[in-house]
């Protein structure tokens, strides 16, 4: 195990290690739009207000970013308690000011953001690549700006999906007018 967390703090060294002022604030953004799902929050209110009928959606996205969240801050970072990479090695280079609190492992912002992805590109397949991108370049934010090992974003990824396939049980409650294929009937 203790391999394990060294060659991640490495891997964290060297994607992190590209640092531009231009970059810096692109992916520091990304990181704040990510926090509580807050870009995920407010292309549901969006979605929404503009199509009344698409509001279940908009629920469902409530639903898994609120599902995340107790699953990531209230039951694994407690259990886990790993520290955050400017905690456990004081050189690491923090983009911005803000420095979480809360333990590393796992990520909430990549947690949550797969989790909205998922429930959005059910309801909109044709758009599923865009809903992925953007969940991925938020969670490769929080290890760029210096506040997540990658151990700590994979994890999280995977706590996403998995919280995003329960709230949709593999389909939207509503898909926006796209045929979504049911699974396929075994033989």
Same mark, same amino acid.
Do not use: C, N
């Given at each position: 195990?203790?391999?394990?967390?060294?060659?991640?703090?490495?891997?964290?060294?060297?994607?992190?290690?590209?640092?531009?002022?231009?970059?810096?604030?692109?992916?520091?953004?990304?990181?704040?739009?990510?926090?509580?799902?807050?870009?995920?929050?407010?292309? %549901? !209110? &969006?979605? #929404?207000?503009? +199509? *009344? $009928?698409? @509001?279940?959606?908009?629920?469902?996205?409530?639903?898994?970013? =609120?599902?995340?969240?107790?699953?990531?801050?209230?039951?694994?970072?407690?259990?886990?308690?790993?520290?955050?990479?400017?905690?456990a090695e004081p050189t690491v280079t923090v983009v911005g000011e803000y420095r979480p609190s809360t333990y590393s492992f796992p990520s909430g912002h990549?947690?949550?953001?797969?989790?909205? %992805? !998922? &429930?959005? #590109?059910?309801? +909109? *397949? $044709?758009? @599923?690549?865009?809903?992925?991108?953007?969940?991925?370049?938020? =969670?490769?934010?929080?290890?760029?700006?210096?506040?997540?090992?990658?151990?700590?974003?994979?994890?999280?990824?995977?706590?996403?999906?998995?919280?995003?396939?329960?709230?949709?049980?593999?389909?939207?409650?509503?898909?926006?007018?796209?045929?979504?294929?049911?699974?396929?009937?075994?033989?």
């Amino acid at each position: 195990m203790s391999s394990l967390l060294q060659q991640d703090a490495a891997l964290r060294g060297v994607l992190s290690g590209f640092h531009t002022p231009w970059l810096d604030w692109v992916m520091w953004t990304l990181s704040a739009s990510g926090g509580a799902g807050a870009i995920w929050l407010v292309i %549901a !209110v &969006v979605m #929404a207000a503009w +199509l *009344p $009928r698409v @509001r279940p959606v908009a629920w469902q996205v409530v639903i898994a970013l =609120a599902l995340s969240q107790i699953v990531v801050d209230g039951v694994v970072k407690p259990i886990v308690g790993r520290a955050r990479p400017f905690i456990a090695e004081p050189t690491v280079t923090v983009v911005g000011e803000y420095r979480p609190s809360t333990y590393s492992f796992p990520s909430g912002h990549a947690s949550q953001s797969f989790a909205a %992805a !998922v &429930v959005l #590109a059910s309801a +909109l *397949p $044709r758009r @599923r690549a865009w809903w992925f991108l953007l969940a991925a370049l938020i =969670a490769f934010s929080r290890i760029y700006i210096g506040v997540h090992y990658p151990l700590d974003v994979g994890v999280g990824i995977v706590v996403g999906l998995a919280v995003g396939l329960t709230v949709t049980g593999g389909s939207a409650w509503y898909t926006l007018g796209f045929p979504v294929a049911p699974p396929p009937v075994p033989r």
